[in-house]
């Protein structure tokens, strides 16, 4: 265990998928959300490639032994990052990364529902928290009916950016229960597998020739989305995933400086209120996991015998 080096690899991992959604925002315009699905999980797969390789884990790293386990996995994971390319050209950038956190939250809900994991008052008064933090947040887009569009589509982008959340939350479920048998090499390469070619279902929606510059783009974000994975992935080799989590949050400043610096956009006083909301929720959860884990681990320690 090193949890500085876990805590810097988070940082880095947090980092690139920031430059990543900035790609994939500066070509939001021109390029349709399947062709960009398409272009950041292809490219991805090569950088993944490389670093079993590398980690001479090629072999193993990709047997599975619940192929369709990753297949339902894949068909969430793509539909949450479909949605979330599509809001990316419709809201600013900090705006659709705090959106985002109500991931955490709704996974502690989802987990609930589907593992059976016990939600006690403590973790359910933190997602009730975050729950308020999301509405704060999109409180100025629920004015649906308005004389101007580009209201609307703001409405639209954040919607969908909560869609993306919900879908987000769902894919961490179905990782869990990955977890159990695939190795994280296996869960990471096939989804990107599964997303490029749920993607190709998007080709009759109307697909384009990228400009030279939107080309480069969309390879470089499939190759940050590559690296990123991978550093986030070994981040948790190194420190507790109750240390490393917090610092995701970190997030929404570097969404400021790109947004304001590259896409002349200024986050609103509700957006700050909300995310304050929600990431206090998110600290919060994270904080009771800690101590339960310190728990389940005193208790396995009460019961191996001494020698």
Known sequence: MNPLRGILLKLMSVTIFVAMASCIK????????????????LFA???ILVW????HDLKQGLKTNNPMGHVWRGLVGTASMAMGFTALGL???PEVTAIGYAAPVLT???AAMFLGEPVRVFRLSAVVLGLVGVVVILL????VISVESADKLETIGAFLTLISAVFMALAQVFIRKLVG?????AIVFYFSITATLLSLLSLPFGWVV?????LGLLIMAGILGGIGQILLTMSYRFADTSVIAPFEYISILLAVIVGYTVFDEILTVNTLAGVALVILAGLIIIYRERKLGLERARQREAMTPQG
């Open 91 to 93: 809201l600013p950038l």
């Open 45 to 47: 797969i090569p950088v």
């Open 52 to 55: 079993l390789a590398w980690q």
């Open 140 to 143: 100025p887009r629920l004015t």
């Open 108 to 110: 502690v809900i989802f």
């Open 181 to 185: 048998t695939e190795s994280t090499a």
């Open 210 to 214: 990228p400009e030279l510059p939107e």
């Open 26 to 41: 500066a070509v939001a315009d021109h390029i349709p959300p399947g062709e960009t699905v398409f272009f950041r999980s």
